[in-house]
Nanobody
Framework: VQLRASGGGLVQAGGSLRLSCAAS????????MGWFRQAPGKEREFVAA???????YYADSVKGRFTISRDNAKNTVYLHMESLKPEDTASYYC????????????????WGQGTQVTVSS
């Protein structure tokens, strides 16, 4: 199983980015997927999840600004981020959901390597 996240970068506050997570080595369309983020000195934090059928869940801190989606034909999950804030600065990770509560990182496996998002004020 391999998850490769990309699309991070440096952006000004109010800007937007789209992260991608390319998956391989498992039947992607059979699994819910999630995005988490982790800032230096902080715990890994749930951002969003998408079910195998396209259902979506978001952390309150990103609701209305971020959109998670998936393309099962491309084995890829996306995170479109708008109205970015300096507090969104973190490394962003995708992972495969294995069951339980979406916001709990212990319910995920096969974490990708992360992509850095830095939002300047």
């Amino acid at each position: 199983v391999q998850l490769r996240a990309s699309g991070g970068g440096l952006v000004q506050a109010g800007g937007s980015l789209r992260l991608s997570c390319a998956a391989s080595g498992f039947t992607f369309y059979n699994y819910d997927m999630g995005w988490f983020r982790q800032a230096p000195g902080k715990e890994r934090e749930f951002v969003a999840a998408v079910t195998m059928n396209g259902g979506r869940y978001y952390a309150d801190s990103v609701k209305g600004r971020f959109t998670i989606s998936r393309d099962n034909a491309k084995n890829t999950v996306y995170l479109h981020m708008e109205s970015l804030k300096p507090e969104d600065t973190a490394s962003y990770y995708c992972a495969v959901f294995m069951g339980g509560r979406y916001y709990d990182p212990t319910n995920y496996q096969h974490w990708g390597q992360g992509t850095q998002v830095t939002v300047s004020s």
